[in-house]
């Protein structure tokens, strides 16, 4: 199929709280002396991104954050036993202000997920690696329990029995093998295949950060995400598929060239938190890249246009104002 449109998401980034009960070897985000943000500091947040143009409120934080008594005493003070009864009303609260929640919540439960659904345009979890040896001593996810794949492809099938629209991708260079990025891959695929639900699939690069256990560890050469981003695009031919142009700058073109076809989101008032050294490309920077193959640039809501009528009705009001008649973002919004 023929495509005529690159897409992207304007997005303020929340990163709720970095505190995680995993500890990935490549993970900076994570931190040992963990700190969670007040409601007046999401709320600020929320303002600067409706004043900026943003559709998109992007809530980002560590899994199972209250194994760390200082953010579970935290919580409580402010009356809620968990964080993700936290994140529903700032959910509430991003809503209000006109934007669409689109929540990470990490492995969580059905009954999460659908308390989480009322409030959320759409979710997303990383998949990562669907390999188990990943897990194992030595290995980056070897202290992590909240990586291993069958924890994690439960909350995809879940996801999809609940109907909500959802994003999840592959890590590349952590230690995989090729084919085993290929299993990951296709273990996304019958998932999809059985419940339709997954309208975005991110192909991520490993990158460095100082500090961590991986910090040495050389980055994956360029041909392992060309060949991860077309088998992809084998499986998933109708797709949103990216690999992330900050973590990438300067081949925004050759992806598209091998099968990309969205930029992802990127966020004109906050940083990727969780990449804070990888500056989000500005909008005309976009724009030139795709005009440049060929394609025109859109603005897309966190939900893709393929998946509106699975948003929840107290959000569809608002999507409905924001959207033309094939589900992008109207030029004049």
């Known amino acids: 199929m023929q495509r005529k449109y690159?897409?992207?998401?304007?997005?303020?980034?929340?990163?709720?709280?970095?505190?995680?009960?995993?500890r990935c070897s490549y993970c900076g985000f994570r931190s040992d002396a963990p700190t969670i943000m007040g409601r007046d500091a999401v709320l600020e947040l929320l303002r600067r991104g409706s004043a900026a143009g943003c559709k998109e409120a992007l809530f980002t934080f560590g899994e199972a954050p209250e194994v760390y008594p200082e953010i579970k005493?935290?919580?409580?003070?402010?009356?809620?036993?968990?964080?993700?009864?936290?994140?529903y009303d700032l959910c509430l609260d991003a809503i209000d202000m006109g934007l669409l929640p689109h929540s990470n919540p990490g492995v969580v439960t059905r009954k999460d997920l659908e308390l989480l659904q009322d409030v959320n345009a759409s979710m997303g979890l990383m998949l990562e690696s669907s390999s188990p040896r990943l897990c194992e001593e030595g290995m980056p996810h070897e202290?992590?329990?909240?990586?291993?794949?069958?924890?994690?492809?439960?909350?995809?099938?879940?996801?999809g029995r609940l109907g909500i629209p959802f994003t999840t991708g592959v890590l590349i260079g952590i230690g995989e093998t090729e084919e085993e990025v290929k299993e990951s891959l296709q273990a996304i695929w019958r998932v999809h295949d059985r419940h339709g639900h997954i309208q975005e699939i991110i192909i991520q690069n490993f990158r460095p950060k100082s500090g961590t256990p991986m910090a040495g560890y050389p980055e994956p050469p360029l041909s392992r995400l060309i060949d991860a981003l077309e088998y992809a695009r084998e499986l998933f031919p109708d797709t949103g598929l990216q690999v992330p142009p900050n973590l990438?700058?300067?081949?925004?073109?050759?992806?598209l060239r091998h099968g990309a076809n969205d930029f992802g989101g990127i966020s004109p008032v906050t940083p990727d938190f969780v990449n804070p050294d990888d500056r989000w490309p500005r909008e005309g920077h976009l724009r030139r890249a795709a005009e440049k193959e060929g394609y025109r640039l859109r603005e897309r809501l966190p939900v893709y246009p393929?998946?509106?009528?699975?948003?929840?009705?107290?959000?569809?009001t608002i999507v409905a104002s924001y959207v033309d008649k094939d589900g992008f973002v109207n030029a004049a919004r």
């Open 6 to 22: 690159v897409t992207f998401s304007k997005n303020v980034f929340i990163p709720l709280t970095d505190a995680c009960r995993n």
């Open 73 to 87: 005493a935290r919580l409580e003070e402010w009356g809620y036993e968990r964080v993700i009864d936290y994140l």
């Open 143 to 159: 202290k992590s329990p909240g990586k291993l794949p069958k924890a994690r492809l439960k909350v995809l099938e879940e996801a």
């Open 248 to 255: 990438n700058p300067g081949r925004m073109g050759l992806f």
């Open 306 to 316: 393929g998946f509106i009528a699975f948003v929840p009705e107290r959000l569809k």
